[in-house]
């Protein structure tokens, strides 16, 4: 069972999370190390620990192997303090070296929910791998919307709509449950009011919001999991280096409509199509719409408004085949619409 802490100044309950810990291996981004290192050098204080962020923005699994090589001491406790990508390696680097210490994650994003899901994404080769076990989960999350304020503008916008993203997949997903549409859909609601100010300002009050916002997401995927918007970012990342959330928004209008538009010919086997229109329908209302043709300028404008480019053209993506031929068949089979045939027609600018 994991332990969350999700308020500003959740930091506060760290002392007693390392009380009876000697030693501590801390994962960091350097970015958040030099804005924060003062908070952790107070908190860590007498207690032995090392610091270890030789790591990419996406995670390569030559580096968590290269971690588990020159980590040879043993430690009480792991943190892990930085976005979603920091939170995926110290979850690697725990699974991978078999270590059976608890790992703390405190994220300085609010949006990747990876502080409260039992996967971690790597890439090897280029190529995007998942871990999957529930040994990934992290045992402590201490979410403290304080980090996350003063984050870029375009950072936040990125995590934000990852989030979003997250919480709409989990809600039309075929491994939804009750209880995962009961936290994306307080996720949808929640974001809905908040993301803009939570983006374009330091407004306290909406920066906590989206870190529960985002927290709530997270719970959400790791019980239905992520569907096709997910599956169609990884290439994306990986050969333009467009930030996650940024890549998942891109597909998301053209998968709203596929799936709003789904029939008993093409719905995933053993799915009702009145099912999956039932569900799309309560996403319109989630999403306060009157009716589909109103979700592509909903969303657009969301973007544009985040300072998200949401055209393919002018972000130089052209190679919509590779993109394809690229997708985990996996989180197609999630997706309540069957795309084999016809994800070539995917985003209309």
């Known amino acids: 069972m994991q332990t969350v802490y999700n308020y500003r100044g959740a930091i506060d309950k760290l002392p007693a999370c390392i009380d009876n810990k000697n030693s501590v291996l ?7 190390w030099k804005k924060y290192s003062s908070v952790f050098e107070m908190y860590l204080a007498g207690k032995k620990y090392d610091i270890f962020n030789d790591f990419s923005k996406n995670p390569k699994l030559e580096e968590i192997q290269n971690a588990i090589t020159l980590n040879d001491d043993c430690y009480d406790v792991i943190i892990a303090f930085g976005g979603g990508s920091v939170i995926d390696f110290a979850k690697a680097f725990r699974y991978l070296k078999k270590l059976c ?3 703390i994650a405190i994220p300085t994003t609010a949006g990747t929910g990876s502080e409260s899901t039992q996967f971690a994404v790597v890439y090897e080769n280029g190529e995007k791998k998942s871990l999957d076990a529930p040994s990934i989960l992290p045992d402590v999350a201490i979410a403290d919307s304080q980090f996350s304020e003063n984050a870029p503008v375009y950072i936040k916008a990125c995590v934000a709509m990852d ?3 997250q919480a709409i ?5 075929v491994g939804a449950t009750e209880q995962s549409r009961a936290y994306a859909k307080e ?14 300002t330091i407004d306290k009050t909406a ?3 989206m870190m529960l916002a985002s927290n709530l997401a997270g719970k959400a995927i790791n019980i239905s999991r992520t569907t096709a918007a997910h599956a169609l970012s990884y290439y994306i990342t990986s050969k333009y280096g467009i930030p996650h959330g940024h890549a998942v928004s891109l597909s998301m209008v053209d998968l709203f409509e596929a799936n709003f538009n789904v029939t008993s010919n093409n719905v995933q086997d053993g799915l009702s199509s009145d099912i999956v229109q039932k569900s799309m329908n309560e996403l319109l209302v989630l999403l306060k719409l009157n009716s589909i043709d109103e979700f592509r300028p909903y969303w657009h404008n969301l973007m544009e408004q985040l300072g998200l480019e949401w055209r393919l053209s002018e972000l130089k993506i052209f190679d919509k085949v590779e993109i394809i031929k690229s997708v985990n068949l996996q989180r197609l089979s999630n997706n309540p619409k069957k795309l084999d045939d016809d994800l070539l027609l995917f985003w209309k600018e």
């Open 26 to 32: 801390l994962f960091c981004g350097n970015s958040s």
């Open 101 to 103: 210490v608890p790992l």
């Open 163 to 165: 989030a979003f993203c």
């Open 169 to 173: 997949e989990s809600f039309w997903a």
């Open 187 to 200: 996720a949808i609601l929640i974001i809905q009011d908040n993301i803009v100010n939570a983006v374009k």
């Open 207 to 209: 920066n906590e919001k």
